[in-house]
């Protein structure tokens, strides 16, 4: 089996056994998308965590529908989509869901630290499946779309397309 982006075996009966530590080691990326990768982790961690914004993020999370997961689920995805807009297209989509994955549990962690909320390794998990089906979702693909495009290229025998690199724009000499 291929390795992905975010690597590590988290026991789901440990209840707090997901942390940012833990996740950051899992998490690889390839070495063009690390400084893109970081700009979105920085920008979002800004946003979450600045004198400035912290008590707006705090307010939007507190007056959000739902039960926990599906706030930082829908919240880090919401978060997402507004750095990606602000870069006007400039980001690799590519590192979006694990700058999300990062950020959703530096989020979930202070929550647990804070006693904001009860979060075990199932609501971090819920809350990362809600963030990656509204990530594909905003983007015009959904889950069953995708596991069906892969379902038939499989039963053809063909292998499904890796994801292409975004074209890149001319550099001037």
Same mark, same amino acid.
């Given at each position: 089996? $291929?390795?992905? *982006?975010?690597?590590?075996?988290? %026991?789901?009966?440990?209840?707090? =056994?997901?942390?940012? /530590?833990k996740i950051a080691e899992g998490i690889q990326i390839p070495d063009d998308l690390k400084e893109a990768y970081e700009r979105v982790v920085a920008s979002g961690m800004q946003v979450l965590f600045s004198k400035d914004t912290h008590q707006a993020a705090l307010d939007i999370f507190k007056t959000q529908q739902? !039960?926990?997961? $599906?706030? *930082?689920?829908?919240?880090?995805?919401? *978060?997402?989509?507004?750095?990606?807009? @602000?870069?006007?297209? =400039? *980001?690799?989509?590519?590192?979006?869901?694990?700058?999300?994955? &990062?950020?959703?549990?530096?989020?979930?962690? #202070?929550? +647990? +630290? %804070?006693?904001?909320?009860?979060?075990?390794?199932?609501?971090?998990?819920?809350?990362? !499946?809600?963030?990656?089906? =509204?990530?594909?979702?905003?983007?015009?693909? %959904?889950?069953?779309?995708?596991?069906? #495009?892969?379902?038939?290229?499989?039963? =053809?025998?063909?292998?499904?397309?890796?994801? $292409? &690199?975004? @074209?890149?724009?001319?550099? /001037?000499?």
């Amino acid at each position: 089996m $291929e390795q992905g *982006l975010i690597q590590g075996a988290q %026991s789901p009966d440990n209840a707090d =056994s997901i942390t940012p /530590e833990k996740i950051a080691e899992g998490i690889q990326i390839p070495d063009d998308l690390k400084e893109a990768y970081e700009r979105v982790v920085a920008s979002g961690m800004q946003v979450l965590f600045s004198k400035d914004t912290h008590q707006a993020a705090l307010d939007i999370f507190k007056t959000q529908q739902g !039960d926990v997961a $599906e706030k *930082l689920g829908q919240g880090i995805a919401g *978060l997402l989509a507004t750095i990606y807009g @602000e870069a006007g297209g =400039s *980001l690799p989509p590519q590192v979006m869901i694990p700058a999300g994955v &990062e950020l959703l549990v530096q989020a979930a962690d #202070f929550m +647990r +630290r %804070s006693g904001m909320a009860k979060i075990t390794n199932k609501v971090i998990g819920d809350a990362m !499946d809600i963030m990656v089906t =509204s990530i594909l979702e905003g983007a015009g693909l %959904s889950i069953d779309k995708m596991v069906g #495009f892969v379902d038939q290229k499989m039963a =053809s025998g063909e292998q499904p397309p890796a994801a $292409e &690199e975004p @074209e890149q724009p001319p550099t /001037e000499a």
